[in-house]
T-cell receptor, first 114, second 115 residues
């Protein structure tokens, strides 16, 4: 089972460059989300989606853009990278109303902005 | 606002001993879920255990149990018979079940198991 797949796993950007972190899940989960993990700060929610065509902002949305055109895919776009966006990014999915509703995470993407 | 507090940045435990990782939370919601995740040095996030706010019994999953004290708003993770493979970061988290994928995480506790 593939589960949640994130690409790339590592990326180095220069300030001002743009890029897209890809996320795909094959579990037919309605809910998908993006978190960033910074040392000493745990994981913080960037954007989330409750279904295709529906997205909303989380705790730290500035500088990021998302779209959800299909159930499977939820890409995260950095519009103009800044050093403050150096972080580890996790994509997650879940299926509401079934089991515990726990998040299923991708393996993470480590982004460095110079 | 929802908040998760983990006050132990680092913990040490002797192999085969039990250890408790503390977690307190703050929410005005009546319905919520509490979760613990493990993050080994390889970086992946591994779901360990879940407790619903209306569950009257403490959750257990193998060597993991969740000591849920609703009035005190605490959800401590107890790991029994610690193993070397338990060395990792542990995150407490809370969700808001009817608001999509909104999870709130604590800052984590780094657990080291000593042989």
């Amino acid at each position: 089972n593939a589960g949640v797949t994130q690409t790339p796993k590592f990326q180095v950007l220069k300030t001002g460059q743009s890029m897209t972190l890809q996320c795909a899940q094959d579990m037919n989960h309605e809910y998908m989300s993006w978190y960033r993990q910074d040392p000493g700060m745990g994981l913080r929610l960037i954007h989330y989606s409750v279904g295709a065509g529906i997205t909303d902002q989380g705790e730290v949305p500035n500088g990021y853009n998302v779209s959800r055109s299909t159930t499977e895919d939820f890409p995260l776009r950095l519009l103009s990278a800044a050093p403050s966006q150096t972080s580890v990014y996790f994509c997650a999915s879940s299926l509401p109303g079934q089991g515990t509703g726990e998040l299923f995470f991708g393996e993470g993407s480590r982004l460095t902005v110079l | 606002a929802q908040k998760i507090t983990q006050t132990q940045p680092g913990m040490f435990v002797q192999e085969k001993e039990a250890v408790t990782l503390d977690c307190t939370y703050d929410t005005s919601d009546q319905s919520y879920g509490l979760f613990w995740y493990k993050q080994p040095s390889s970086g992946e996030m591994i779901f360990l255990i879940y407790q619903g706010s209306y569950d009257e019994q403490n959750a257990t999953e193998g060597r993991y149990s969740l000591n849920f004290q609703k009035a005190r708003k605490s959800a401590n993770l107890v790991i029994s018979a610690s193993q070397l493979g338990d060395s990792a970061m542990y995150f407490c988290a809370m969700d808001r079940p009817y608001t999509g994928n909104q999870f709130y995480f604590g800052t984590g506790t780094s657990l080291t198991v000593i042989p």
